[in-house]
C-alpha cells in the first residue's frame, strides 16, 4: 500500500454543475440542507453549518459577535486572539446561487489555464472539490504544487498550515492563495512559538544542554506537519524535524538515533499511537500542559520521560469512541473499522487499523468489492468515498454530522472570489512565510523527506 499518490483530478469544461452531476450523492452541505429541511433524516452538531460560512467574517455581513472557530468540531475550542479574520467577501459571491458559483469558477479556471493550480483536501466540501486539479492529504498537496511550476498562483482549499507548507515548498515567483483566512486548523493552534520555546527553556534546565557518551542530544523536538511555519523554524533551528501521520514512526527513529528522548508537538495522540506502536510504555510519556509548572509533571517523572507529548488534540478526531466501534460491530459483524491515527490511544487500539488520510482512502481502493468499513475520520471524506465505491458498505463511525469547522469555512464563494481577482490582477489572502522563518522550517522538512522520500511506501 503506498501512502503518496494522489488523485489528479482535471474537471471536464461540460461537467455539469453540482446541482445535478455525482458528486451531490457524496455532499455534506447537501445533506446538512436535506437535514434542516426535515426530508432526511439524521443529526447535525451545529444548526448553523447548514448556512453560509461569510456569516462567520468580519465586516459589516459578519454576524458573529464572538470570533470562534464557528461550526463544526472545534466550536467549542478557544481561538486565539491573533487568529487572523476574513474580511466581507462582496456581495456578488454571498448572493449567488450554487450553480452561479460553480458556473464563474469554472470560466474563471479555464480563462486562467496554467496560471492557475487549485489544491483540495480530501476533507474539503465536495462542492470545492468538483474543481480541485489535485485532491490530496497535506502534504502530497504541498508537494502537488511544485509539479506546476509555470503556475503563478497555488490556490490552496485547506486551511493554513497547508498554505504555509505549500509556500515553503513552492517557487519564490509562487503566490499560495487561502481562499478564507479564517481556515485555520484548532490542533496547529493549541501549540505557539511562545509556549513552546517557554517549554523548551524549562526542559534545557531539567535536561542541560550537553550530548551523551553516544553523542545523542538531550531532547529532539518533533513536529507535526498541523502545526505552523513559526514551530516547523522551530524545530529546524534545534535540530529536530516535521512528521506526516503516514511517516510519524520513521520520524521518531530518526530522532532516537539523535537524541535521548523526544519532544513531540502538537498532537498528544499522534505522538501516543506512535510511541506505543514502537514500543515505548505509556508511563514514559507524560503530557506536558503549557499551563502548568513543568507541564504538570514532577522532575522525576521528566527524568523518566522519552517522548513528552503536547497537550493538544484535533476536535474532530476526539469524537471518536470505543462505544462507537463496538455498535459498528454489533451491526456488521464483518465490518473493518479503520481511523486516523490523531484517534484516542483507546479508539486507535480498538479499531482494526489505523492510518493517515491517504492510508484510508488506498485501503479502500484495494478492498475486494462487498466489504463493509466503519471509518474514523472527517465526514466529508467519509461520505466522499461511500459514493465513489458503491460496490462497498462505507460509513462514519460517528453518526452525528460534524465537519471539520475550519476546513468548511472554505466555500465556493471564496474560490470563485480567489480566482476571479486573478483574473483582475489581484491576489487577495496571499499566505508567505518571512524567510528568517522559512530557512529553518524548509530544513526541518528536508530531515523529513531524508528519511521518508517524497512517495515512498508506508
Ligand atoms: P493529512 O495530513 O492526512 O492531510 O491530515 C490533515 C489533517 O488535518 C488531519 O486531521
Ligand atoms: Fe485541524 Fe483536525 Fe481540522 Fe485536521 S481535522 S484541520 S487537525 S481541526
Known sequence: MTAHSITVRQPSPA???????????????RTLKLIA???????????????????????????????GYGPGASQDDPLPGAAPRQGELPASYREATEEELHERIRSAKTELGDRVVVLGHFYQRDEVVAHADFVGDSFQLAKAARTRPRAEAIVFCGVHFMAETADLLSTPEQSVILPNLAAGCSMADMADLDSVTDCWEQLEE????????????????????????????FVGRHGGIVCTSSNA??????????????????????????AKAMGIPLEQMPLWNPRK?????????????????????????????????????????????????????????????????????????A?????????????NLVQR??????????????????????????????LAWALESLLDGEIVNQITVSEDVAEPAR??????LSVVPAGAGR
Open 293 to 365: 509548572p513543568l507541564g504538570g509533571s514532577t522532575e522525576e517523572e521528566l527524568m523518566q520521560a522519552t517522548v513528552l507529548l503536547w497537550h493538544g488534540f484535533c476536535s474532530v478526531h476526539k469524537r471518536f469512541t470505543v462505544a462507537q466501534i463496538e455498535k459498528a460491530r454489533a451491526d456488521f459483524p464483518d465490518v473493518h473499522v479503520m481511523v486516523h491515527p490523531e484517534c484516542p490511544m483507546p479508539v486507535v487500539d480498538a479499531a482494526d487499523s489505523s492510518g493517515s488520510t491517504d492510508f484510508i482512502v488506498k485501503a479502500i481502493e
Open 385 to 414: 468515498l461511500a459514493a465513489q465505491y458503491p460496490q462497498h458498505t462505507i460509513f462514519c463511525l460517528d453518526p452525528v454530522i460534524c465537519p471539520c469547522s475550519t476546513m468548511y469555512r472554505i466555500h465556493p464563494g471564496y
Open 15 to 29: 461537467e455539469a454543475p453540482p446541482s445535478v452531476g455525482p458528486p451531490i450523492d457524496a455532499s455534506v452541505d
Open 443 to 448: 530544513l526541518a522538512l528536508e530531515r523529513m
Open 249 to 274: 514512526a520513521q520520524v521518531l527513529e530518526w530522532a532516537f538515533e539523535r537524541g535521548q528522548r523526544v519532544l513531540f508537538f502538537p498532537d498528544q495522540h499522534l505522538g501516543r499511537n506512535t
Open 206 to 233: 531539567i535536561y542541560g544542554t550537553a550530548p551523551d557518551a553516544a553523542g545523542r542530544a538531550p531532547v529532539i523536538p518533533v513536529t507535526y506537519m498541523n502545526s505552523s511555519a513559526a514551530l516547523k523554524g
Open 37 to 67: 429541511a426535515g426530508s432526511a433524516s439524521g443529526s447535525s452538531c451545529a444548526p448553523a453549518l447548514d448556512s453560509a460560512p461569510w456569516m462567520l467574517d468580519a465586516g459589516p455581513a459578519g454576524s458573529l459577535p464572538e470570533p
Open 367 to 379: 478492498a475486494p468489492a462487498g466489504s463493509t468499513f466503519a471509518i474514523g475520520t472527517e465526514i
